[in-house]
């Protein structure tokens, strides 16, 4: 079983400005990024994920929540995946994943940034990865 909390502390986080420019998300704040691809690291075609994200996007907007452009990925770049960047409320951040299948989303404010996880357990080994195929839209 990987690792995911070593993993999501490694990887780097972006959010874009309202100007187009892009900047580490440490900067910003406090935001959640969340996204809907690859629901349990489970690797999905990219037609798939472009869909779970529009799914996101929307889910988002008819709650009124602002979003701005957000991407987070390995530092290799082997592993990337954009999302949105959105004002964090625990309760519906940790929502939200569970409806995405996520296993956290990363929570930036005042330069520092921390794990928000989809269940109460802080270990991740509860999570199972689905098998290849699967794909349960919200």
């Keep these: 079983m990987p690792d995911w ?8 986080y972006r959010v ?19 996204t809907a691809w690859n629901p349990r690291s489970q690797a999905l075609p990219a037609v798939v994920n472009r869909i779970r994200d529009r799914q996101l996007a929307a889910w988002l907007d008819r709650r009124g929540i602002p979003r701005l452009a957000a991407v987070g990925g390995s530092r290799d770049r082997r592993w990337c995946e954009p999302g949105w960047a959105i004002p964090h409320r625990q309760a519906r951040t940790i929502t939200l994943l569970r409806v995405f299948a996520q296993h956290a989303a990363w929570v930036v404010h005042a330069g520092r940034g921390r794990l ?23």
């Design 116 to 138: 928000v996880w989809s269940t109460p357990v802080v270990a991740p080994a509860v999570f199972r990865i689905p098998s290849p195929g699967f794909y349960s839209g919200p």
């Design 5 to 12: 909390e070593r993993i999501y502390r490694q990887a780097r």
């Design 16 to 34: 874009q400005g309202a100007d187009g420019s892009w900047r580490d998300a440490r900067l910003a704040g406090p935001l959640a990024l969340v």
